[in-house]
C-alpha cells in the first residue's frame, strides 16, 4: 500500500481513540477524512465513517491497520495514565507500545506523526522560571515516578524526530486539560471540596480540550514539525480557578496532606498519589510562542469556560 | 483513562468539613470586608489622597484574567504598597535622591544589598512608586528557595516579586518593566556590622542581561539598612542545617521590642543611567569589567552619602 503524503487526502489513524479527547478529535476529524481508531476498549457510539479496530497497540495486529489502509498522519494518544497500575504494565503499555508505533510509521513511511505528550513531562518546581519554553529540562520524574514513561515517550518521539526526517513528528505538550476528560487536574476540580495547600497559591494554566483537539488539528496540516507547548488563556492562581467553580475549598498544611494522601492512596480512597501535590504547590507554566507563531494556535475558550467544562459531562 | 470511583469516603468526608467552612463564611467575609475598609480609611489618612490617584497611574500589563502573567495581583499590591510606603515615609523618614534620573520604560535597577532582612528592597519599591515620574512598580528578583515556604511563596509573586532566573528577567525587561537586581544576592544582605556598606562580589548575570536586552542600567546606593539590625556573626552549620543562606547573631534580638528594625534614616541615592553595548556572550573577565564599572558607582555614592550623613537617626 503506497502512503499519501501528510495532506488532506489519506486516512488519519488515532491511537487511544477511545479516551475522552479521543472520541471529541475522532467527531472532529471525520468529516474532513477517513479516521482510523485504534484502542483494545470498545467505541459504542462512534460515527459510522470511523474505522475501529480493537487491536492493542503492542500487538502484531496492528501492523494489518498499516498494510490495509491508505494512512497519511498518525496521532498518538493513546498514553495509559492511570496510576493505580503497576510500573510494570504501565512500561509496557506506554513505552513498548509506542516503540513499536514508531516502527510501523518508519516502515511505512508515514508523513506525519503527532505525538500528544504533557507540560507536566517539565514537573512543577520551586525554581521553575515562570514560563518554560520547549528546551526546558524533562524534570517531571525527579520526584514523581509515575510520569517517567510519558517523558521516556517524549525522549522517544524526539529521537523519532532527529533520525526520521521523512516524518514530520510534532510533540505536544499541553497544559493541564480541563474538561469530560479523566485526568487529574480535572478530578481535582471535580472534588465537592476542594483541598488546597496552606500558604500555597501558584499561577496555573488550563486548556479546554476542545482546544486542544484544535491544536493537534493545526498540528496535522503538512509541514508543520518540532516541539510546541500548548497554553489555554491567561494563567490564574489556583484560588481563582476555584473560585470560578463556586465550590468551597479548604487549605491543609503541605505536611499533612501529604501525610494524609499517602494514608488514602494506600486504602485507595484516593486517585491522586501524594507527589501530585507539588502541582498545587510550585509554578509549571509553559511558554507557547512558539505554537501561536508556527501552529497559528489561539486557546478559543474563556477562562470561565474552560474551568467550568470540568462538571459538563459529554 | 481509567478511574474507580472509590474515593466516596473520603469525599463525604471533605463535604463535611466543606459546608462547616460554608457556615462560617459570611461571618469570615464581613470581618474581611470591615478590616479592609479600616485599611483603605487608614491608608489614604496615613499617606495622603495621592497614595490613590498614584496607584491610578501606574502603567501595568494585566492579561485579561486581572493578574500578570507572573501573578501580580493590583488587589494585593495595594496593600503592600502601602505597608512600603508607610516604612518608607514614617518609619524610616527616607530621604530620595536623584529620583528624576530614572527613564521611562525599562530599566534595570542595581543596588547594594543590606539590612538581614530585605527592607532595602521594600524601601526602594515604595520610593520608585512614590517619587519617581511616573510611579513605577518594581519588579524584583528572589531568591528560589522563597517559593518553597508556604506564605512567602503566595505572597512574593502577588506582590510583584519574581524567582531570580535569567528567563523571567529577560521577561520582564520585554516587557517595559523595572527590574530590581541585587547582584550581591545572599551574601550581600547578610553581613556583619564590621563589614557595613562594602560591597560584597557582584554576579555578572546583570550586566549580560542589561547589554543583550540594551536595557540602561540605574545605579542604587541604600544608606541605612547596616544599622537597623546589627549582625554580629554568622552560624554557618546551623544555616545550613535550616537551609538558609545565612543565620545571622542579632544581639537586639534579646531586647524586649528588638524584633522591630531600629528606626535608622534611610537615605536612597539614584545615579545617572548607565549604558553598556557589546556581546552579552563575552568571556566572564570582560564582563567583570564593566561590571566593576557599576560597583565602583554604586561605592563611591555609598561613600559619599555616608560621609554627609551627620547621624544614623535623624
Known sequence: MLHPPAGEEGAILITGICGRLGKRLARVLHRQRLVIGVDRRAFPDKPKDVIHQQVDIRRKKLKDVFRAHAISAVVHLGIMHNPRASSGE????????????????????????????????????????????????????????????????????????????????????????????????????????????????????????????????????????????????????????????????????????????????????????????????????????????????????????????????? | MDVPANNEQASSALVRIGSAARAAWPWARRVREAAGETLDSWMSSLLGEDFAERLQRVPVSLGSSGVDPFGLDPGWTKYALASAAFLHRRYFRTDVYGANQVPTGRVLLIANHSGQIPIDGAI?????????????????????????????????????????????????????????????????????????????????????????????????????????????????????????????VIPQFLLPGGQLPLPTKYRVYFGEPMHFTGDHDDDDAVIEEKVWLVKATIQSMLNRGIKARRSVFW
Open chain 2, 124 to 248: 526602594i519599591g515604595a520610593t520608585m512608586f512614590m517619587d519617581v515620574e511616573p510611579p513605577r512598580f518594581v519588579r524584583a528578583m528572589v531568591e528560589k528557595w522563597s517559593q518553597s515556604i508556604p506564605f512567602v511563596s503566595t505572597l512574593f509573586p502577588r506582590v510583584g516579586q519574581v524567582v531570580g532566573v535569567p528567563e523571567n528577567a529577560r521577561r520582564l525587561l520585554e516587557q517595559g518593566e523595572a527590574l530590581l537586581v541585587f547582584p550581591e544576592g545572599a551574601r550581600g544582605i547578610s553581613k556583619t556590622f564590621d563589614r557595613r556598606y562594602q560591597l560584597t562580589d557582584f554576579g555578572l548575570g546583570f550586566m549580560r542581561l542589561a547589554i543583550e536586552t540594551k536595557t540602561p542600567i540605574i545605579p542604587i546606593a541604600v544608606i541605612g539598612g547596616e544599622e537597623q539590625y546589627i549582625s554580629v556573626g554568622n552560624l554557618d552549620t546551623v544555616a545550613k542545617l535550616l537551609r538558609m543562606p545565612s543565620f545571622p
Open chain 1, 90 to 314: 504501565h512500561h509496557a503499555w506506554n513505552v513498548a507500545g509506542f516503540a513499536k508505533l514508531l516502527e510501523y510509521v518508519a516502515h511505512f513511511r508515514i508523513g506525519k506523526l503527532i505525538v500528544l505528550s504533557s507540560a507536566n513531562v517539565y514537573g512543577p518546581q520551586p525554581e521553575n522560571p515562570q514560563f518554560l519554553s520547549e528546551e526546558a529540562p524533562l524534570l517531571g520524574g525527579a520526584n514523581f515516578g509515575e510520569i517517567r514513561d510519558l517523558i521516556e515517550v517524549d525522549m522517544l518521539a524526539q529521537s523519532f524526530f532527529w533520525k526520521h526526517p521523512e516524518t514530520d513528528t510534532v510533540i505536544l505538550r499541553p497544559v493541564h486539560i480541563l474538561g469530560s476528560v479523566r485526568n487529574a487536574p480535572s478530578n481535582f476540580l471535580r472534588l465537592p471540596t476542594i483541598p488546597t495547600l496552606l500558604g500555597y497559591d501558584p499561577m496555573v494554566q488550563v486548556i479546554h480540550e476542545r482546544d486542544v483537539v484544535e491544536a493537534i488539528r493545526l498540528a496535522v496540516r503538512p509541514g508543520v514539525r518540532g516541539v510546541f507547548n500548548i497554553a489555554g488563556p491567561d494563567p490564574l492562581p489556583l484560588s481563582r480557578i476555584i473560585k470560578l467553580l463556586d465550590r468551597p475549598s479548604i487549605p491543609v498544611p503541605y505536611s499533612v496532606g501529604r501525610s494524609v494522601l499517602k494514608r488514602l492512596w494506600s486504602l485507595r480512597l484516593t486517585n491522586f498519589p501524594a507527589p501530585e501535590l507539588d502541582h498545587i504547590r510550585h509554578v509549571c507554566m509553559v511558554d507557547d510562542r512558539r505554537a501561536r507563531e508556527i501552529l497559528g494556535f489561539r486557546a478559543k475558550q474563556s477562562i470561565a469556560d474552560t474551568v467550568r467544562a470540568v462538571d459538563s459531562d459529554r
